[in-house]
């Protein structure tokens, strides 16, 4: 039976009654189908009493028929109501219904995502010395911890299946990152970090949009501001590592630069240290 809502109901059950009175009190007796008056007498014949009885049995057959009747229409109005509010509803989930095939799929990404954030995390507590990348790291495994239970209970209300693993390319860059250590590990890791949360926020800004379900908008919406928080934090510690290395590529290239370039200009030598004779007479010349 398809989803009808209250005052569907309470129309329908108003359209009932009308119907059932206007049947009821139209086919009376006595109004559609009239009792026949028979002569005044005495004494009434067979033929007489055989009369009323048929027209008896006429005016309450009709009844029946009304009855029959209303109901037909009745039924009819009830499965057109039902089969109205049924399209209206058909590409919107309800509140205790399953989702629409977008919604669904947005909660299993966000299944998946929580779980590589998470493992992100956990790497960087057991491999980083840093204090900056260990005490973001933490914070993306208290916030994701909770974000994932609220996102396991929200779709268990909505009867979606979460996967359990992180995508493939998570996978492969975890695996990579396994392999790094030091600085290295910490310049790699946050710029991973960047990555994952700049594609997170994308799609839960779109799906804080355009979500059908109410309950999955709210958490969309809701999960924003921690992800936009953690990805400041990464930006500023990849952003070292950035800054680190334009410095040495400026003085790399000071350093290879023309020799004669770096030489300082000659300095101006004393009035007639270096005059040629002709020079000098004709200074002294002006002298005398």
Same mark, same amino acid.
């Given at each position: 039976?398809?989803?009808?809502?209250?005052?569907?109901?309470?129309?329908?059950?108003?359209?009932?009654?009308?119907?059932?009175?206007?049947?009821?009190?139209?086919?009376?007796?006595?109004?559609?189908?009239?009792?026949?008056?028979?002569?005044?007498?005495?004494?009434?014949?067979?033929?007489?009493?055989?009369?009323?009885?048929?027209?008896?049995?006429?005016?309450?057959?009709?009844?029946?028929?009304?009855?029959?009747? +209303?109901?037909?229409? #009745?039924?009819?109005?009830?499965?057109?109501?039902?089969?109205?509010?049924?399209?209206?509803?058909?590409?919107?989930?309800?509140?205790? +219904?399953?989702?629409?095939?977008?919604?669904?799929?947005? #909660?299993?990404?966000?299944?998946?995502?929580?779980?590589?954030?998470?493992?992100?995390?956990?790497?960087?507590?057991?491999?980083?010395?840093?204090?900056?990348?260990?005490?973001?790291?933490?914070? #993306?495994?208290?916030?994701?911890?909770?974000?994932?239970?609220? #996102?396991?209970?929200?779709?268990?209300?909505?009867?979606?299946?979460?996967?359990?693993?992180?995508?493939?390319?998570?996978?492969?860059?975890?695996? /990579?990152?396994?392999?790094?250590?030091?600085?290295?590990?910490?310049?790699?890791?946050? /710029?991973?970090?960047?990555?994952?949360?700049? /594609?997170?926020?994308?799609?839960?800004?779109?799906?804080?949009?355009?979500?059908?379900?109410?309950?999955?908008?709210?958490?969309?919406?809701?999960?924003?501001?921690?992800?936009?928080?953690?990805? /400041?934090?990464?930006?500023?510690?990849?952003?070292?590592?950035?800054?680190?290395?334009?410095?040495?590529?400026?003085?790399?290239?000071?350093?290879?630069?023309?020799?004669?370039?770096?030489?300082?200009?000659?300095?101006?030598?004393?009035?007639?240290?270096?005059?040629?004779?002709?020079?000098? +007479?004709?200074?002294?010349?002006?002298?005398?």
């Amino acid at each position: 039976m398809p989803f009808v809502p209250f005052e569907a109901r309470r129309t329908i059950s108003e359209m009932a009654r009308a119907a059932n009175r206007s049947s009821t009190v139209s086919k009376l007796p006595g109004r559609s189908a009239p009792m026949p008056q028979t002569t005044p007498c005495t004494r009434r014949g067979r033929n007489d009493h055989a009369d009323i009885t048929l027209a008896s049995r006429h005016a309450y057959g009709g009844l029946i028929m009304s009855k029959r009747h +209303g109901y037909k229409t #009745l039924a009819a109005a009830l499965l057109f109501a039902a089969s109205g509010f049924a399209l209206a509803y058909a590409d919107t989930s309800t509140s205790n +219904g399953k989702l629409s095939d977008s919604d669904s799929t947005f #909660l299993q990404q966000a299944a998946q995502n929580g779980v590589a954030v998470t493992q992100l995390g956990q790497m960087a507590l057991n491999k980083s010395s840093d204090p900056k990348v260990k005490q973001l790291a933490q914070q #993306l495994v208290d916030d994701q911890n909770k974000t994932n239970d609220q #996102l396991k209970s929200l779709a268990q209300a909505k009867q979606v299946t979460l996967p359990t693993d992180a995508t493939s390319d998570a996978q492969k860059q975890n695996k /990579k990152l396994q392999g790094e250590s030091g600085s290295a590990f910490d310049e790699a890791w946050s /710029k991973a970090v960047v990555s994952d949360h700049q /594609k997170a926020v994308k799609t839960f800004t779109q799906e804080g949009k355009d979500a059908k379900d109410a309950d999955v908008k709210k958490f969309a919406q809701g999960a924003l501001p921690g992800m936009n928080e953690h990805l /400041k934090s990464a930006q500023a510690i990849a952003a070292i590592p950035a800054a680190r290395d334009d410095a040495m590529s400026t003085a790399m290239k000071a350093s290879t630069s023309s020799p004669m370039e770096a030489m300082p200009a000659a300095m101006p030598t004393a009035s007639g240290a270096n005059d040629t004779p002709a020079e000098a +007479g004709a200074a002294a010349d002006i002298k005398h």
